[in-house]
């Protein structure tokens, strides 16, 4: 554990090596430093010990001018990348040689992510065609389960964009605002991709593996991908045995919630509030709770920490310094 906590000073040393050399600010920047093969298993380790994470939505990676907007940008300690900005293309192959070199060699987990709201959804889908003829049937059972299958199609749907990318989890942003997939609807989504990812107690890694390679083929074998949910008040009680985490959008501060504390990631809002003192972002970082562990802290567009201005002295400062903070390193 000594060599997992010398681990994170060295990482957080290490960023700010490489963002603060003012001679060579724009080399820097565009090159990140690399690591030995012993720096990267100890990173591995870090992120597989039993630790409160810490957790980012990302975005506008599609540029690709700054490392600011890079993944090999984001901090080494990160835990969790959700990606905000979309899964890129395949032909868009050095993002993905990035993606899968922070996946595979610095660990850390990327999901894919979306507002959850299924009437937004185009006519184009084939869930969503199937959602518009089971909405006007004649009420009664034929038309529950025709819901309930159409629901299924768009839990698929999500499903797909994990195991055929190859990523580690998927994150349901749910903001229902009126759309149907909510309450007992939005409980029965997620219910459905919990037959194939999340810490589901009603199934057995067989069960879950024969579904997986019946849709996906026997290749596939990875039976821990991630089920996690966001959103800004507490979802239902009926989810908490099948989430890996709850990413709260505690986005005014604040540190409550009727989850299992070792469930909740507390959110600030970094995308609004990076020009300030993220002071939301240190409490959250700071906050233990009475009993129990704590799930974590993270940010909204956590890529504007990698701005640099009076309240940020150097790419993610903050950002690592919660890290710090929420797992101090022994020295």
Same mark, same amino acid.
């Given at each position: 554990m000594?060599?997992?906590? $010398?681990?994170?000073?060295?990482?957080?040393?290490?960023?700010?090596?490489?963002?603060?050399?003012?001679?060579? /600010?724009? /080399?820097?920047? %565009?090159?990140? $430093?690399?690591?030995?093969?012993?720096?990267? %298993?100890?990173?591995?380790? $870090?992120?597989?010990?039993?630790?409160?994470?810490?957790?980012?939505?990302?975005? %506008?990676?599609?540029? %690709?001018?700054?490392?600011?907007?890079?993944?090999?940008?984001?901090?080494?300690?990160?835990?969790?990348?959700?990606?905000?900005?979309?899964?890129?293309?395949?032909?868009?192959?050095?993002?993905?040689?990035?993606?899968?070199?922070?996946?595979?060699?610095?660990?850390?987990?990327?999901?894919?992510?979306?507002?959850?709201?299924?009437?937004?959804?185009?006519?184009?889908?084939?869930?969503?065609?199937?959602?518009? /003829?089971?909405?006007?049937?004649?009420?009664? /059972?034929?038309?529950?389960a025709a819901i309930n299958k159409s629901i299924e199609m768009y839990a698929e749907y999500f499903l797909d964009q994990v195991f055929e990318n190859d990523l580690d989890g998927f994150d349901a942003d749910y903001e229902p605002e009126g759309d149907f997939l909510s309450g007992s609807y939005f409980n029965y989504f997620m219910k459905y991709l919990a037959k194939y990812m999340g810490p589901n107690p009603d199934i057995t890694k067989e069960e879950r593996l024969q579904l997986i390679q019946e849709r996906y083929g026997k290749d596939v074998t990875d039976t821990d991908k991630m089920l996690c949910v966001d959103a800004p008040g507490d979802p239902s009680s009926e989810l908490y045995a099948i989430c890996n985490y709850y990413f709260k959008q505690a986005y005014g501060g604040g540190t409550s919630s009727s989850w299992p504390s070792e469930k909740v990631v507390y959110c600030c809002n970094m995308g609004d509030n990076w020009q300030g003192d993220m002071s939301t972002m240190y409490s959250q970082a700071r906050y233990k709770p009475t009993t129990g562990k704590k799930g974590g802290f993270g940010a909204f567009f956590i890529h504007r920490d990698y701005n640099v201005h009076d309240n940020n002295p150097s790419p993610y400062k903050r950002f690592r310094e919660c890290i710090q903070i929420q797992n101090p390193a022994i020295h």
């Open positions: 000594k060599t997992i906590k $010398y681990l994170l000073a060295l990482a957080t040393i290490g960023g700010l090596m490489a963002s603060c050399d003012t001679d060579k /600010e724009s /080399e820097s920047i %565009q090159n990140p $430093y690399t690591y030995s093969e012993l720096y990267y %298993q100890n990173l591995r380790d $870090y992120k597989a010990s039993d630790h409160p994470i810490s957790f980012g939505w990302f975005a %506008q990676y599609g540029q %690709q001018n700054s490392l600011g907007v890079r993944f090999l940008g984001l901090p080494d300690s990160l835990d969790i990348c959700s990606m905000w900005g979309g899964i890129p293309a395949k032909e868009n192959t050095a993002i993905w040689e990035e993606i899968r070199f922070v996946q595979k060699v610095k660990g850390t987990k990327m999901f894919a992510v979306a507002i959850t709201r299924i009437d937004a959804e185009t006519d184009d889908h084939a869930f969503k065609q199937a959602y518009n /003829e089971a909405r006007q049937m004649p009420a009664g /059972e034929e038309k529950n």
